[in-house]
């Protein structure tokens, strides 16, 4: 048995989106009560942290319903059923942002929201860009401006919270560490 585990008696499906599943758990808690979880299955997401050869970070701007704001953040998306998340990466990268990569390093993975989630979000890195002649075209209800600002300029960005998830909060927080840029 896996430490605290809870073990499901019964699920029901609620929800079946284009983004994300919706499934009410019954659930038998270590200590034997019960207890009801709501949770979210996703396919997975990936990030890349875009650096130019100026030594800028790539990001992009889009409208979030959720917060109804816009927020800038590193390009990423979710995975296609079955899509390997290196070429998932590959591919936000050029429909976000107009630049392709043959270098692209994986930095690190985490579930994003794991109280209510499964989502698990892959991190890459390349500072090999191309600016791409044609690039492919993004989803056709994705609008986004592409932005290059500094690490120091990005870090006032969280301060002011025009950067404000926790992706790109990794990022920018591991650039620093790194001490890059």
Not at 8 to 28: A, H, M, P
Not at 42 to 68: D, F, M, S, W
Not at 80 to 105: H, I, Q
Request: proline residues 5%.
């Amino acid at each position: 048995m896996k430490k605290f585990e809870e073990k499901t008696i019964k699920s029901e499906k609620i929800f079946n989106g284009k983004v994300i599943n919706l499934q009410v758990d019954e659930v038998t808690l270590p200590n034997g009560k019960t207890s009801t979880r709501e949770t979210i299955k996703h396919p997975g997401a990936v990030a890349v942290i875009p650096i130019t050869k100026n030594n800028k970070i790539i990001l992009v701007e889009q409208y979030r319903k959720p917060l109804e704001k816009s927020l800038i953040e590193i390009p990423a998306g979710k995975l296609e059923k079955n899509e390997n998340p290196l070429a998932a990466a590959v591919r936000e990268l050029e429909e976000e942002t107009g630049y392709t990569t043959k270098d692209l390093s994986f930095v690190t993975s985490f579930y994003t929201s794991p109280g209510f989630a499964d989502e698990l979000m892959y991190i890459y890195i390349s500072d090999q860009l191309v600016k791409m002649d044609h690039p492919p075209q993004g989803d056709d209800d994705e609008f986004v401006e592409v932005h290059e600002l500094t690490l120091e300029e990005a870090k006032q960005y969280v301060i002011e919270e025009r950067i404000h998830d926790a992706k790109t909060n990794y990022a920018i927080l591991y650039l620093h560490a790194l001490g890059r840029m």
